[in-house]
T-cell receptor, first 112, second 112 residues
Framework: QKEVEQNSGPLSVPEGAIASLNCTYSDRGSQSFFWYRQYSGKSPELIMSIYSNGDKEDGRFTAQLNKASQYVSLLIRDSQPSDSATYLCAVNTQGGSEKLVFGKGTKLTVNP | NAGVTQTPKFRILKIGQSMTLQCTQDMNHNYMYWYRQDPGMGLKLIYYSVGAGITDKGEVPNGYNVSRSTTEDFPLRLELAAPSQTSVYFC???????????FGPGTRLTVT
């Protein structure tokens, strides 16, 4: 059973701080990694993708990937109350079926 | 582009009733997926399709059926509704050769 593990939180940070969200995965053959943001009562929205070891930055978001440790993280700099949401980590399954395995998500609250 | 659309947004069913959840995408994506999301349980894959006429079971297919007669449409059928099928249902699509998935707004289903 391929698994994606996330700390369920809740993670609470003050406005302007850095929020750090973590994810580990079990399938060593996984090649594609995604972060989705899900506001309460809404559908998941793709915010970051990463495919190679290292960092990928997009605005206030940075995704980090370490395939040797089977670890992927998302950093949110200068956190805003509008960043309060549940963040889902998703990892592709090996075998070319284009299926993703999702973690259960980490709930982030940014306090004004 | 409307992206992925789902109807209805909300539905209440009585035990034993049947219904079809509609999903349409206008991005010419080959791959389409149905998930259910229960509180605290993450996204569970019900069925997926890699193209018109091709469908396959996901993690939790029991009690559901799908068909894919066109690239655009991927309806999910519940034949004999049970309280265990109370959930939020999301349809998603992805382009061939890529793993990122784009989600519809969801259908909130209650079976009583």
């Amino acid at each position: 059973q391929k698994e994606v593990e996330q700390n369920s939180g809740p993670l609470s940070v003050p406005e302007g701080a850095i929020a750090s969200l973590n994810c580990t995965y079990s399938d060593r053959g996984s090649q594609s990694f995604f972060w989705y943001r899900q506001y309460s009562g809404k559908s998941p929205e793709l915010i970051m993708s990463i495919y190679s070891n290292g960092d990928k930055e997009d605005g206030r978001f940075t995704a980090q990937l370490n395939k040797a440790s089977q670890y992927v993280s998302l950093l949110i700099r200068d956190s805003q109350p509008s960043d309060s949401a549940t963040y889902l980590c998703a990892v592709n399954t090996q075998g070319g079926s284009e299926k993703l395995v999702f973690g259960k998500g980490t709930k982030l609250t940014v306090n004004p | 582009n409307a992206g992925v659309t789902q109807t209805p947004k909300f539905r209440i069913l009585k035990i034993g009733q049947s219904m079809t959840l509609q999903c349409t995408q206008d991005m010419n994506h080959n791959y389409m997926y149905w998930y259910r999301q229960d509180p605290g349980m993450g996204l569970k894959l019900i069925y997926y399709s890699v193209g018109a006429g091709i469908t396959d079971k996901g993690e939790v297919p029991n009690g559901y059926n799908v068909s894919r007669s066109t690239t655009e449409d991927f309806p999910l059928r519940l034949e004999l509704a049970a309280p265990s099928q109370t959930s939020v249902y999301f349809c998603a699509s992805s382009p061939q050769g890529h793993y990122e998935q784009y989600f519809g707004p969801g259908t909130r289903l209650t079976v009583t």
